[in-house]
């Protein structure tokens, strides 16, 4: 399963991004796609998920409000929206697929497939 993430980029503080991951969709048994994201020097961190099959999504405390994931099911493609974008936002952002629909949507390790990083870079 290859999932190929894209959209990255460098903006101002207030500035918007839109992140894009193509992948397999449904097949290959995968029950949802997530966002996750690394700071120099961090731990990698939960940002949003959603189902394939149904509207739910999940978000992190810290972007409610300001990011927005959503799906193309014919073109296979998740994406996450990321408004007010601040400094502390700046990381490499990852995508990863999951093939479980249960457990627990925000924990990294429940993710089996991903992809490679795109660099988001927020400036004040």
């Known amino acids: ?28 048994g995968i029950s949802g796609m997530g966002w996750f994201r690394q700071a120099p020097g961090k731990e990698r961190e939960f940002v949003a998920a959603i189902r394939w099959t149904t509207d739910t999504t999940y978000l992190a405390d810290f972007v409610k409000g300001r990011f927005t994931i959503s799906r193309d099911n ?15 936002d700046t990381a490499i952002f ?27 870079t927020v400036s004040s």
């Open 1 to 28: 399963v290859q999932l190929q993430a894209s959209g990255g980029g460098s903006v101002r503080t207030g500035g918007s991004l839109r992140l894009s991951c193509a992948g397999p969709g449904r097949t290959f």
């Open 74 to 88: 014919a073109k296979r493609v998740v994406y996450l929206q990321m408004n007010s974008l601040k400094p502390e």
């Open 94 to 120: 990852y995508c990863a697929a999951r093939v479980s629909s249960g457990g627990n949507w925000l924990s990294r390790s429940e993710y089996r497939y991903w992809g490679q990083g795109t660099q988001v």
